[in-house]
């Protein structure tokens, strides 16, 4: 018989290397079986003779942020168009899928918003915890949320002249993982709503321009 024939001779409780036979093995040479382990075994086993598996590693998927701007000339100074949007909790009078604004009592920089509205077939519902930066006074308002759905944004204001300003709306926000299905029909769904909440600012502005000279 030509090759390598090996024993194994094992007592039924466990096995033990030292127990191997080894016959016709002219070539082969072992300098001590009785030293050998199942680890030395193993440790002689050529680094990659194993394929690992392909799997990659996990990581979290990457969540879109959209940003829209839109922005109108409206008829009152700079000065009412600042005071009027600094009254946050005023907001809802001319955005209508703001439902509500709160300030936080004691913390006049925090409010919690509330935002409802039916779109794409849904009623749509969020709420957030949004923080007011330190403004620029007649020139800018920006904020930046908290908790709740992530989003932050800035109103800038220009004057056009001792009668008139441009209103600069930016909003910057992560998709809901809701509207994701939707997500290319938000961004122009979104400018058209803000579009038309300046419109409504520049007909509240006006009525809160005769109140704050009374």
Not at 127 to 152: A, C, D, F
Not at 159 to 166: T, W
Not at 198 to 204: D, I, R, S
Request: net charge positive; glycine share 2%; aromatic share 10%.
């Amino acid at each position: 018989m030509s090759g390598t024939a090996i024993a194994f001779i094992a007592s039924p409780n466990s096995l033990n290397l030292s127990h191997l036979s080894i016959r016709n093995l002219p070539s082969c040479r072992i300098s001590s079986l009785k030293q050998l382990s199942l680890n030395h075994l193993f440790n002689r086993i050529p680094h990659g003779s194993f394929k690992r598996s392909s799997l990659k590693p996990f990581s979290p998927p990457v969540m879109e942020w959209q940003d829209c701007t839109v922005k109108m000339v409206v008829d009152v100074p700079v000065s009412v168009a600042y005071d009027c949007y600094s009254d946050r909790e005023a907001i809802p009078r001319w955005m209508p899928f703001i439902s509500s604004v709160k300030i936080v009592e004691d913390k006049p920089n925090l409010s919690r918003w509330s935002l409802k509205y039916k779109a794409f077939g849904r009623d749509i519902e969020f709420s957030w915890l949004s923080q007011n930066m330190e403004p620029i006074p007649n020139r800018k308002i920006h904020w930046r949320s908290l908790e709740g759905l992530p989003n932050r944004g800035a109103v800038r204001f220009i004057p056009k002249g001792p009668s008139s300003c441009s209103v600069e709306l930016t909003i910057s926000y992560e998709v809901p993982q809701l509207l994701i299905p939707v997500a290319s029909a938000l961004e122009p769904y979104l400018e058209s709503l803000l579009r038309h909440s300046l419109k409504q600012f520049a007909m509240v502005v006006k009525s809160y321009s005769t109140d704050s000279t009374l």
